[in-house]
């Protein structure tokens, strides 16, 4: 990844952690509120000997700063910190860009031992928390040029959805509704979940929704007799926007539009890809086409 590196020692600075490497800072504009909070959190990370290094970068200007600010310009980011200083810490000590990584890795580690639908989304909203705390303090201290922060986000996004379609692949197997039992059944599916708009583009910014369209292949799927093929695929599109968007004490993930279908007014959220072709062939305008 490219853009301004922090510190004065020369070289990349990837591989060492993101208080090392601060340049920038927002403006505190309630500082007394601010240095009430800052003040709280160092108190916290004084008491609790997990929270040693934590006390130590604090102790550094370019952090207090860095924090002073988040606190005082965004009550999210106050609020996340507030209620995990563990998280901090660990966005401060690490690179940025290997924590990213390490969370992806854990995300599909979590998702694959999760044992129920609320058990899998609250690990991909602890998941998209770290990652915005990360992402945010990356950003505000001039440690990621733009473009990262969008690739940083729309990969989340990316990140989430695959967790999320391979849990309720293997949730389908286990019901018996899904009967191909290879490990890999969500990428053999014919199940696509196509990103659109800025999602699409990996351009992603804080408060972005994601734009998707779902279509499937009939001829890859392997339900259990009985079952509709359409009716099946429509469900399991409805469950993987409830993961993404359903508000729990966790928040969301990512709000999901799912509107840039073909006649969205017509059709289920989720087409064949024989339906969606002839779509696109008879009647799709220019922009839908050029879209894809």
């Known amino acids: 990844m490219s853009g301004r590196t922090g510190g004065g020692d020369g070289g990349t600075p990837h591989g060492r952690g993101l208080a ?69 810490q660990r966005v401060l000590v690490d ?22 639908l609320p058990e899998l989304m609250r690990c991909v909203r602890l998941f998209k928390s770290e990652v915005a705390l990360l992402t945010a303090l990356a950003d505000l201290a001039g ?45 053999r599916s014919g199940f696509i979940v196509l990103a659109m708009g800025k999602h699409g583009a990996g351009e992603l910014n804080y408060s972005s929704d994601i734009d998707i369209i779902v279509f499937y292949e009939p001829r890859r799927a392997h339900l259990k007799a009985g079952l509709e093929l359409q009716a099946f695929f429509v469900r399991m599109t409805r469950d993987l926007v409830k993961v993404m968007q359903e508000r729990t004490v966790d928040g969301y993930v990512f709000r999901v539009d799912l509107r840039l279908r073909p006649d969205p ?14 779509y696109y062939e008879s009647f799709g305008q220019n922009w839908e086409r050029a879209a894809l």
């Open 143 to 187: 440690v990621w040029p733009v473009l990262t922060v969008t690739g940083v986000l729309t990969a989340t996004a990316d990140a989430a959805l695959d967790a999320a379609v391979r849990f309720l692949f293997r949730q389908a197997q286990a019901k018996g509704d899904w009967l191909e039992t290879a490990d890999d059944a969500a990428v």
């Open 95 to 116: 690179a940025p860009e290997d924590r990213f990584q390490r969370l992806v890795v854990d995300l599909e580690a979590q998702a694959s031992a999760a044992a129920s």
């Open 265 to 278: 007014g017509a059709t289920q959220v989720a087409l064949s890809t024989d339906a969606a072709m002839h």
């Open 20 to 88: 090392d490497r601060i340049v920038a800072w927002p403006h505190a504009f309630d500082t007394p509120g601010a240095q009430t909070e800052l003040a709280e959190l160092e108190g916290r990370a004084k008491s609790d000997p997990e929270l040693t290094r934590l006390n130590e970068l604090i102790g550094r200007d370019s952090v207090r700063r860095l924090l002073a600010g988040t606190f005082a310009g965004s009550p999210y980011l106050r609020g996340l910190i507030q209620r995990d200083a563990a998280r901090l």
